[in-house]
């Protein structure tokens, strides 16, 4: 068991590197409005679709 200064000191150490790390701050765009239709009917803007990703080429 390490004594209760040592176990402080590496605390303190690791507080100290988490400050020093910089930190990116990503551009994330605004969500587009969404448009509701009164007839019930799907807008052309659903978010649906099929992604095909072709892992062997």
């Known amino acids: ?4 200064f040592i176990i402080d000191q590496i605390r ?3 507080e100290e590197d988490q400050r020093e790390q ?5 551009p994330i765009p605004e969500p587009l409005p969404r448009h509701e239709r009164t007839d019930g009917g799907e807008t052309p803007h659903d978010d649906r679709g099929v992604v095909v990703i072709d892992l062997f080429n």
Request: hydrophobic residues 35%; without cysteine.
């Open 1 to 4: 068991m390490l004594p209760p």
């Open 22 to 26: 910089p930190q990116i701050q990503l």
């Open 12 to 14: 303190k150490r690791e």
